[in-house]
């Protein structure tokens, strides 16, 4: 058995979780640990189980909730040395994760974590590091990117080694640029260490997809700057264009998905 979940996805909290039948690894602790807990309850699931941690980068929203949550079982928290000391700095992260805890991973470098075997890349947004993550099991690769700037020849090839693929597609240029934000975030959000746009994200996969791709999830869109309805017609539009027949979820800001069983 593998299968995923997402329990947030956006600038209010991101936090996703990996899981099979005898290990659990946690992608970002951006959740209110009061929230998480609930969500748990909800699937039947415990704190308990999660094994490790994975940490894409050190802004709050993937990093809030880290320390509380490692500190209270034990759990490793694997990321770069970057984003551990950016993680220390944050004041957003009132827990900090004890020394004991603390796991530092380089950039493809593939490390072997319970039953994963996790390999981390390079993402490019403005915080201290940031990374996507291959992991793969029982014969399987999934891969997850989030707050991209701008897209490398690394995101085009793990693009192409997934199975299953978990990507931002954070707003739609056109409503970003006529949109509530002032000039300079506007210019942040869509500058090379910023987020990663519907146009983009659908050109960047239509055209690197391998074809083994079974199922995209869309993460960390905009509240103010996209909406589900226009970002699934952008992408299965461009899909469609490119011959390419793939499975597509939006992933919900605040709320869990329900498991997705991955074969």
Not at 147 to 158: F, L, R
Not at 196 to 211: F, I
Request: aromatic share 8%; proline share 3%; glycine share 8%.
């Amino acid at each position: 058995m593998l299968r995923f979940i997402s329990f947030g996805s956006g600038s209010s909290g991101n936090c996703y979780l990996l899981q099979t039948d005898n290990s659990c690894l946690m992608i970002d602790s951006g959740v209110g640990v009061r929230a998480l807990k609930r969500f748990f309850h909800d699937y039947g699931i415990s704190f308990s189980c999660i094994n490790n941690i994975l940490v894409t980068h050190d802004h709050a929203d993937h990093v809030k909730s880290v320390g509380a949550l490692s500190n209270e079982s034990g759990i490793p928290v694997y990321a770069t040395e970057a984003v551990h000391k950016g993680i220390q700095k944050n004041y957003c992260v009132r827990k900090k994760i004890e020394p004991s805890c603390v796991r530092v991973i380089e950039k493809g470098v593939e490390y072997k974590i319970d039953e994963f075997k996790v390999t981390p890349f390079d993402v490019p947004h403005d915080s201290n590091d940031n990374v996507g993550y291959r992991i793969e099991t029982q014969g399987i690769v999934f891969c997850l990117m989030t707050d991209i700037g701008h897209v490398t020849d690394d995101i085009k090839a793990n693009i192409a080694l997934a199975d299953y693929l978990v990507i931002e597609a954070n707003h739609d240029e056109a409503m970003l640029m006529s949109g509530p934000y002032p000039q300079y975030l506007k210019e942040r959000v869509s500058g090379p260490y910023g987020h990663l746009s519907n146009r983009l994200c659908g050109e960047t996969v239509a055209e690197n997809a391998s074809g083994h791709l079974k199922h995209v999830w869309l993460c960390h869109l905009s509240e103010e700057n996209n909406h589900p309805e226009l970002v699934r017609k952008t992408i299965e539009t461009l899909f469609h264009e490119k011959g390419l027949s793939v499975d597509v979820d939006i992933l919900k800001r605040k709320t869990p998905t329900g498991f997705f069983d991955l074969v």
